[in-house]
């Protein structure tokens, strides 16, 4: 018979929201501002490492985990920078934060247990949870409190079948950096209830105005409750590399390199020198790299707060702004579809977000050069003057 598994024909198609709608009008003069990928180049001497390994035959099977060199640097940074204390083999080679997700996701959760998602949430985790078999619920945070974490919110969507909470952390999209108060909130709830949390972390090293990245990993009686997944992708300008990680306790560390070693078997090999010299290479290029975007978020958050009917916070980190065009009264997905059609620059709407999520756009300040930028909110002007 001629038919596809349930998990895909009863799960949600996966989305690239505006990307897929944007595709539709190849050639024509289109400002990218929905895609979260930096628009820098990987800086020169992690080419150069690549480069390196490659020539000196690093080109074979190696380590399902990753390599000892490159787990080794990364527990050393874990230690240091999050506070994780870990070792090599805490440490598992991922493609990427989605690879690391799926591997997570798989690895943990049975048909019908359920998931805890903070909205506006990260679509790209709500297909990797329905393919495990289990289930979605969302924790709605409130816009008009800046998008607190507060325990109640959490709490009360705690059933018998739940199993974890996802942690994005800095948030996508909303731009959120939490405090250490409210990841201690968090904490308490999953540990009241013996819940694992999984926590993305891609951006943390993207922050701006005094804000801290915490690693709810470190928090008292966390590190054996959670996941917690990185990448190269955001920090470095490593999108097309794909190269990540994550890190985990003991206990669950067999299961999630089984789900790795049936899909991917391991990373590339020669690319984890390249992986192993961003995180030992000059901190000033990665200083640089978030200046950069610092610059370009300051432009476009100034720029849409002269926009009639948007209003725009500054986000304390990740590269997307998160503005509020709710007194425009048209909802955001019919919004950015407009903006796309006659203004050809592609934004994100708040809706693909989640409920919580109407009433914004999600702008990639990161995406294009400074240059494009600049022509990209002259765009947006007009249109909305337009409106």
Same mark, same amino acid.
């Given at each position: 018979m001629r038919r596809v598994a349930k998990r895909i024909s009863q799960t949600s198609a996966k989305s690239f929201g505006m990307y897929d709608k944007a595709s539709r009008l190849a050639g024509e003069d289109l400002i990218h501002l929905e895609v979260g990928r930096p628009h820098a180049d990987t800086p020169a001497h992690i080419k150069q490492a690549t480069i390196a390994a490659l020539n000196a035959g690093k080109v074979h099977y190696s380590d399902p985990r990753g390599t000892l060199e490159l787990r080794e640097t990364l527990a050393a940074k874990l230690t240091r920078q999050n506070g994780i204390k870990a070792g090599p083999q805490d440490v598992l080679v991922t493609n990427g934060v989605t690879h690391a997700a799926f591997v997570a996701f798989m690895a943990m959760f049975d048909p019908g247990d359920e998931v805890i998602l903070l909205q506006p949430h990260y679509p790209q985790h709500v297909g990797k949870i329905e393919l495990a078999g289990a289930v979605p619920v969302f924790a709605t945070l409130d =816009?008009?409190?800046?998008?607190? @974490?507060?325990? %109640? !919110?959490?709490? =009360?969507? *705690?059933?018998?079948?739940?199993? %974890? #909470? *996802?942690?994005v952390n800095p948030s996508n999209p909303t731009g959120r950096v939490y405090s250490r108060a409210e990841l201690q909130a968090l904490a308490e709830v999953a540990i009241r209830h013996d819940l694992i949390v999984i926590a993305d972390e891609v951006y943390e090293d993207i922050v701006y105005d005094g804000a801290?990245? @915490?690693? #709810? =990993? !470190?928090?008292?009686?966390?590190?054996?409750?959670? *996941?917690?997944?990185? !990448?190269?992708?955001?920090?470095? !300008?490593?999108?097309?590399?794909? #190269?990540?990680?994550? =890190?985990a306790p003991q206990w669950l560390m067999p299961a999630l390199l089984k789900i790795a070693m049936n899909d991917v078997t391991h990373v590339n090999t020669f690319i984890q020198d390249g992986a192993r010299a961003a995180v030992d290479g000059p901190v000033s290029v990665l200083e640089g790299l978030v200046a950069d975007d610092r610059s370009k978020r300051d432009f476009v958050v100034r720029s849409l707060n002269q926009m009639p009917g948007v209003r725009c916070a500054l986000p304390q980190g990740t590269i997307y702004a998160f503005p509020d065009i709710s007194e425009t009264g048209i909802p955001s997905q019919e919004l950015a579809d407009r903006i796309l059609q006659e203004a050809h620059v592609v934004v994100e709407a708040g809706s693909f977000y989640g409920e919580a999520g109407e009433g914004h756009l999600r702008i990639c300040f990161g995406s294009e050069s400074s240059e494009r930028l600049e022509e990209g909110m002259k765009r947006l002007t007009a249109f909305f003057n337009g409106l």
């Open positions: =816009a008009n409190d800046n998008y607190t @974490i507060h325990a %109640a !919110a959490i709490e =009360a969507r *705690v059933t018998s079948r739940t199993r %974890a #909470i *996802v942690l801290r990245h @915490i690693s #709810i =990993a !470190a928090l008292d009686g966390m590190q054996d409750r959670t *996941v917690t997944m990185f !990448a190269f992708t955001k920090s470095y !300008a490593m999108d097309g590399w794909r #190269i990540g990680y994550l =890190a």
